[in-house]
């Protein structure tokens, strides 16, 4: 019933920021709009990680240890979108990131963008 699209990845420098975006699309008959937002990645050959989530009734999002302090969350609820500003990349922030949008206790998810992180 969500549909999601990443947008904003890409090769960066060490030390570099990106910008990601996910636009999600609430396709229920309801239209209630989505409930909490966020971010995985996976890099090659390891597992899928968490990266952050941000509830639609707070004002902040909640972050893996990993990120803290590096990587911001915004969301404009309104337009069903969710940012990830990513600062002070390293090398193992490479990976693709992963939109999701929970809704009615079901979790979607987007397709990815990549993010490059060269040393």
Request: charged letters at 20%; one cysteine or more; a neutral charge.
């Amino acid at each position: 019933q969500v549909q999601l699209v990443e947008s904003g990845g890409g090769l960066v420098q060490a030390g570099g920021s990106l910008r990601l975006s996910c636009v999600g699309s609430d396709r229920s008959s309801e239209n209630n709009g989505i409930d909490s937002m966020g971010w995985f990645r996976q890099a090659p050959g390891k597992e899928q990680e968490f990266v952050g989530i941000f509830r639609r009734a707070e004002n902040f999002g909640h972050y893996a240890d990993s990120v803290q302090g590096r990587f911001t969350m915004s969301r404009d609820s309104s337009k069903n979108t969710l940012y990830l500003q990513m600062d002070k990349l390293q090398p193992e922030d490479t990976a693709k990131y992963i939109c999701c949008g929970d809704q009615h206790a079901m979790r979607s998810w987007g397709r990815g963008t990549q993010v490059t992180v060269s040393a």
